[in-house]
Every structure is written in structure tokens, then in C-alpha cells.
């Protein structure tokens, strides 16, 4: 089945440092892949998406790169900032495309 | 409302009784979607509702979960006979027709339930 395994927290950085989180996934197919973050008290929302091989998906100055053959999808920012704290999560979807399977979140602390 | 609404934000109660959790998903959203977050944990795929077809019920974990939809609106997820195994995150998503559209499913902002 489905799964995602990401890099697991919490990490704790100062501001203007660059930040990974790492995420690899298992799928049959093709799946779509996908960054949501939670920011604190609110729910969850998208980051970014790539919906093929060697697509990258930007938002927020965050990039993720699809690597089929490395099946990863990780997270990277340049240059963090108090407001980037949150957790973070990757996902993808499944072969029907309605679905997303989750991974356990990490946790991301940016101290000024 | 803007956003996916749940109720209650939290509730704790007794191992053994039944507890109901509501989710009012963002108006014209076709899709529906429960999901659970134990401490530490991924998000645990629950229910899936798409308009009026049967619902995808294949990660309910027991017969004493259910869910149900009216129409296209409010959905309510009950637990019976609660255990203390229960006690996570229930998130609640929408989106248009599934990801299909965009890719984005739109959560609320969960109900934190604590059997005690």
C-alpha cells in the first residue's frame, strides 16, 4: 500500500537558516505529491504539489522537487523565518486520486 | 462559513460512552473527508464522502465508528462505546469532486477527544 515516511522531529533552527525535511514515499503508480503545514492554531493547509516526475513545486519561498527514482519529495527553504514555525507534513494521493496518505509531521521551530 | 468548522475543539469523556463529532464543510464542497491524528502519528485516513455516492469507509477501524453526510453539508462522525485507544485528533477536510480539481483538500481545525 501507500505510505510516506518523513523526517522526524522536532527541529529547531535560527532565523535565515536553511531548512530540510526529508520525505520518502511508496506507491503503486504514479501518485501526486504534496507539502501541507499547520501552523499553530489553525488547521492544515497545502504548501505545495507536484503532480509528476521531476515536477518542483514552490510556495512561500519552500521548494520541493517529485524524484521518481529516489522516490523522495523533500522539503527546502533557503533562508527560514519565525513565521515558518509550524509542522509540516507530506502526503501523496493515491491511484484513484481522492485519497491522500499522510506522514507523522514534523515539527519546525525558528528562533530569532 | 470560510473555512471547514468542526465541533466541539475539544471534549474529554468516559471510557464507554458515546461521543459525536461535527464537521461543516466549506459550501459548495462536494467532497468530505475524516481523518485521525493519534500523538505522534500520521494522519489516519477514516471516511471519504463524494456527493451522492456510497461512501469509502475502508479506514473506519472498527464498528464503532460511523459517519454520516446530509447532502453535500454537515457531516457527524460517532464513536460508541469509546476506549481510551480513541483518544487522538479528528480532522475534518473538504474539497471540490475529491483532488481531482486542485489537488487541495481544506481541513478544519480538528476536535482533540481525551477518553478518559
Known amino acids: 500500500g501507500n505510505s510516506v515516511t518523513q523526517m522526524e522531529g522536532p527541529v529547531t533552527l535560527s532565523e535565515e537558516a536553511f531548512l530540510t525535511i526529508n520525505c520518502t514515499y511508496t506507491a503503486t503508480g504514479y501518485p501526486s505529491l504534496f507539502w501541507y503545514v499547520q501552523y499553530p492554531g489553525e488547521g492544515l493547509q497545502l504548501l505545495l504539489k507536484?503532480?509528476?516526475?521531476?515536477d518542483k513545486g514552490s510556495n512561500k519561498g519552500f521548494e520541493a522537487t517529485y524524484r521518481k527514482e529516489t522516490t523522495s519529495f523533500h522539503l527546502e527553504k533557503g533562508s527560514v523565518q519565525v513565521s515558518d514555525s509550524a509542522v509540516y507534513f507530506c502526503a501523496l494521493s493515491d491511484r484513484a486520486n481522492y485519497k491522500l496518505s499522510f506522514g507523522a509531521g514534523t515539527t519546525v521551530t525558528v528562533r530569532a | 462559513g470560510a473555512g471547514v468548522s468542526q465541533s466541539p475543539s475539544n471534549k474529554v469523556t468516559e471510557k464507554g460512552k458515546d461521543v459525536e463529532l461535527r464537521c461543516d464543510p466549506i459550501s459548495g464542497h462536494t467532497a468530505l473527508y475524516w481523518y485521525r491524528q493519534r500523538l505522534g502519528q500520521g494522519l489516519e485516513f477514516l471516511i471519504y464522502f463524494q456527493g451522492n455516492s456510497a461512501p469509502d469507509k475502508s479506514g473506519l477501524p472498527s464498528d464503532r465508528f460511523s459517519a454520516e453526510r446530509t447532502g453535500e453539508s454537515v457531516s457527524t462522525l460517532t464513536i460508541q462505546r469509546t476506549q481510551q485507544e480513541d483518544s487522538a485528533v479528528y480532522l475534518c477536510?473538504?474539497?471540490?469532486?475529491?483532488?481531482?480539481?486542485?489537488?487541495?483538500?481544506?481541513f478544519g481545525e480538528g476536535s482533540r477527544l481525551t477518553v478518559l
Open positions: 507536484a503532480t509528476k516526475a521531476d
Open positions: 477536510a473538504s474539497s471540490l469532486a475529491g483532488l481531482s480539481n486542485t489537488g487541495e483538500l481544506f
